[in-house]
């Protein structure tokens, strides 16, 4: 399922897609806003401590990172709310049965 | 004795050679002049006539000017041939100091070529046209050298080297100067009634025949006719020296291309070197394409090559290089900027320019300058600053028209480490046994890294500054962008769209900040990995075997990766979870014994027979190259390292619950971590500044079910699998720049995770 997100930034937007998820983020749109998300990259990890990984990212990891980066009213879900909803009830699951 | 040990000390032998060389001209100089002055006797007889006097004085000058001309071409001759000897000695030297580079073992397979000093060797070097030759550095050649795009008054490009002819040419002077000088000075003395002891007195000083002084006590005796010329022979004669010197060991350098591609300038760390010298030093030019000195008369600096270790089969000498200086020896990457940055304002004034103002009680002049440039810049940028096109040093007016008053000279301030004192640690063990105590692991990394890390300190505060900074800016950013989005009146929006500019600036300029810090830390930490790997107590062939053992199941594509990245880390961290199999306890990680390639979450999970699965990505490429998945891969693997061992445990265990306040788990959400805050994650943590609030994630069993339950834990009882202690710690361990942040984080974990590369099991 293709997951989409919309990031508004005044005049700058970007749309970011995932194929599936986890997938690479393919990130079209402002420079400025692709260059802020790979900076923030750096520092950031995913729901289970990982360093943040653009080149295979969940949806939810994605959606929550850019929520944090720039506000939920400036990340709009285009597409794929359902897997976002999905990988954090497989997440859930992982966390009652294994080490993450 | 190390190679620039030995040049340097070569230079001060040369000095002292020089100068025998001298007294020996200049000796035989004075003798002609003290005999010339006392011939002036004669005209003190009572009852000579003017025009007898007069003739006499003729023929006394006239014979000092045959005596003279004879000690012209003696002069010649002897310098020339000095110099023929030296430049044979001096080949010789620089081979022998080549082949004491290499080591015994490879010495037949490496041999020094010599070189063939041609009788007229030094000849040439001394007799050239001044014209055809430019090894002096001037204009444009000299702003190339300098990294400067221009360099100020490209006048006195003609300046030229002190050559055979020059120095022809100056004896030349020297003997008709003194002839003329030796005339004008009797015949005024004559007319003004002088009598012959007080012009005796001013032409000679106190010089004598046959004196057996060196050149500087006969420079000091020395009269009128006598001290000037010392000083000239003296200068001649050390720049000749100076500069077949340099020839000679350059020609070797030059032979021998297989140990050494370049070269680096070094000049004299004292308060007598010149700008262009002193801009020079430190600096590294290929042969036949960088400055060689003398770059002045006088000048004393030299050449020193660089061996080129990286090509050839054996290791720099472990010695920690050091350099000499006026203020004793320092390190071998000092600088003359660098030294002279490290100067008191009197030397820099002296230096530079600049005296002290009783007024205003403080030193002034061009030397502030320096001291605002080089903390806007750097020491070397800011000294090549006050070089001119032709190597002279940048007037205090032209600094003024350039910058104005030094205090306009905006300080921008860069990242430079405060080097903090540390006490001297003691030299690392091989391995360690495990132990559970974090401070004795801590103790053990900081003894790993014996010090090194301590100049990267001095970046940890700025960098949390920057950090907490960018995230401000980004909050702002992200405040107008939501009044932005918000707005339907176009004339709000444009006023909002201008304010962002500055901060987008500020943002950029923060990142720049962060990226230069980053950068500083990648060598250090590249050296320690590289270090750990060779430590290691297994060796790689052990380590593909127990991975060769492995399952694995999922997607083909990427196991090879993963093989060669496993193999790493089990190197790196001597086997744990990889090679070593631990006690089986329930639940637990322990050795991996299958590896699913597959999507989804990654993780590390007991199988219940004591091993472990992990689950990790089979897609490395991504935005930045081809590490992307490998921090995942230590990640999860070092939930096997930490748990094959208990005490691994314990001791991660213990550094999460020492650091925290409380042990009652917490929302994540609001908590800040020291790089990265809480907001992703969804289970609860204990809380404490960590790299991020995930390394307080506990795994706790309080089940009532005793079968889920390891023998000797009773029902309630708080129990830890695992931690995310060493997961976290160890996935930074991927690579360089991770490492330097987790160090820049959060010391403490990094020397403990660092301790784990030297323990066994």
Request: glycine letters at 8%.
């Amino acid at each position: 399922m293709v997951i989409k997100l919309l990031v508004k930034e005044g005049s700058e937007n970007a749309t970011l897609t995932l194929q599936s998820s986890p997938s690479f983020v393919v990130i079209s749109g402002s420079e400025e806003l692709k260059s802020d998300i790979e900076f923030e990259s750096k520092f950031a990890y995913d729901s289970v401590g990982h360093i943040m990984n653009l080149g295979s990212i969940f949806a939810q990891d994605l959606y929550i990172f850019m929520v944090d980066l720039y506000g939920k009213e400036n990340v709009e879900i285009l597409e794929g709310k359902e897997q976002i909803k999905d990988d954090d009830k497989e997440l859930a699951i992982l966390e009652k049965n294994g080490v993450t | 004795m190390a190679l620039p040990d030995a040049i340097f000390r070569n230079a001060i032998d040369l000095n002292r050679y020089g100068n025998k060389v001298s007294t020996d001209v200049a000796r035989r100089f004075v003798d002609i002049c003290v005999r010339s002055v006392q011939e002036l006797s004669v005209l003190d007889r009572k009852g000579l006539g003017d025009s007898y006097r007069a003739a006499r004085l003729r023929s006394i000058v006239a014979q000092m000017e045959k005596s003279l001309g004879g000690w012209k071409k003696y002069a010649n001759k002897h310098v020339i041939k000095e110099l023929q000897g030296l430049a044979k000695v001096e080949a010789g030297f620089i081979e022998d100091q080549l082949q004491k580079v290499i080591p015994r073992g490879v010495r037949k397979n490496i041999q020094v070529n010599g070189v063939e000093i041609s009788p007229k060797f030094a000849e040439n070097i001394v007799s050239v046209d001044p014209t055809k030759i430019r090894s002096r550095a001037v204009g444009r050649q000299l702003a190339g050298f300098l990294g400067e795009t221009s360099l100020s008054d490209a006048i006195g490009a003609n300046m030229t080297l002190p050559n055979g002819n020059i120095v022809q040419d100056a004896f030349d002077k020297i003997a008709d100067g003194s002839v003329q000088l030796f005339r004008n000075t009797v015949r005024d003395g004559l007319a003004t009634g002088e009598t012959t002891p007080q012009m005796t007195r001013r032409l000679l000083g106190n010089s004598k025949e046959n004196d057996t002084a060196n050149i500087l006590q006969m420079s000091q005796k020395g009269g009128l006719l006598t001290s000037p010329p010392i000083n000239q022979v003296r200068t001649l004669v050390r720049t000749s020296i100076n500069q077949v010197a340099n020839s000679a060991a350059l020609t070797v350098y030059q032979a021998n291309s297989d140990i050494t591609k370049k070269y680096r300038y070094t000049a004299t760390l004292d308060s007598r070197t010149t700008a262009v010298c002193g801009a020079l030093d430190g600096r590294i030019f290929d042969y036949e394409k960088g400055p060689k000195p003398p770059q002045h008369f006088n000048c004393r600096s030299t050449v020193v090559p660089e061996i080129d270790y990286e090509n050839l089969p054996f290791d720099p000498p472990p010695t920690a290089r050091k350099r000499a200086t006026a203020d004793g020896q320092m390190s071998a990457d000092t600088d003359y900027a660098k030294w002279l940055y490290m100067q008191p304002n009197k030397i820099q004034a002296q230096v530079l320019g600049g005296k002290f103002n009783k007024e205003t009680n403080k030193f002034e002049g061009s030397f502030r300058y320096f001291q605002r440039l080089a903390s806007r810049d750097d020491p070397r940028t800011a000294l090549a600053k006050f070089v001119r096109a032709d190597g002279s040093r940048v007037t205090l007016a032209q600094l003024k028209s350039r910058y104005g008053k030094p205090d306009n000279i905006p300080i921008v301030r860069i990242p430079v480490a405060e080097v903090a004192k540390v006490a001297p640690r003691k030299a690392p063990a091989l391995t360690y046994a495990p132990t559970v105590q974090p401070k004795i692991a801590v103790s053990r990394g900081k003894d790993i890294a014996g010090g090194r890390l301590t100049k990267l300190d001095g970046y940890r505060k700025d960098y949390k500054k920057l950090l907490r900074q960018h995230t401000e800016v980004r909050e702002e950013l992200n405040g107008i962008h939501g009044k932005m989005n918000r707005t339907k009146d176009m004339a709000k929006w444009r006023a909002l769209n201008e304010t962002r500019d500055p901060l987008i600036l500020r943002k950029n300029k923060l990142r720049a900040d962060i990226d230069r810090i980053d950068k500083q830390g990648f060598q250090e930490m590249f050296e320690l990995r590289k270090e750990a790997i060779a430590a290691s107590s297994i060796t790689r062939a052990e380590a593909r075997e127990a991975i060769g053992k492995m399952k694995f199941v999922g997607f083909r594509e990427g196991r090879e990766r993963i093989r060669e990245e496993l193999e790493e880390f089990a190197v790196m961290f001597n086997g744990g979870g990889i090679v070593k199999n631990g006690r089986k306890i329930k639940g637990r990680p322990n050795k991996i014994s299958t590896v699913r390639v597959a999507n989804g979450r990654a993780h590390n999970a007991n199988q219940g027979d004591g091993t472990s699965l992990i689950k990790v990505p089979n897609k490395s490429g991504g935005y930045f190259g081809e590490d992307d998945a490998k921090a995942t891969l230590f990640h999860e693997a070092a939930h096997s390292l930490e748990g094959q061992s208990e005490k691994n445990v314990a001791m991660a265990v213990a550094f999460r619950n020492n650091r925290a306040k409380s042990l009652t788990p917490v929302s994540p959400k609001g908590l800040k971590g020291t790089i990265s805050d809480g907001y992703y994650l969804r289970e609860a943590v204990i809380r404490d500044s960590f790299i991020s609030p995930y390394v307080g994630r506990p795994y706790r069993t309080t089940g009532r079910d005793i079968s889920k339950l390891p023998k000797g834990v009773k029902v309630g009882e708080i129990y830890d699998e695992a931690t995310e202690v060493i997961s976290m710690g160890a996935e930074h361990f991927s690579n360089p720049e991770n490492m330097f942040r987790l160090y820049q984080a959060d010391p403490e974990h990094f020397f403990m995770i660092l301790s784990l590369t030297r323990t066994t099991y």
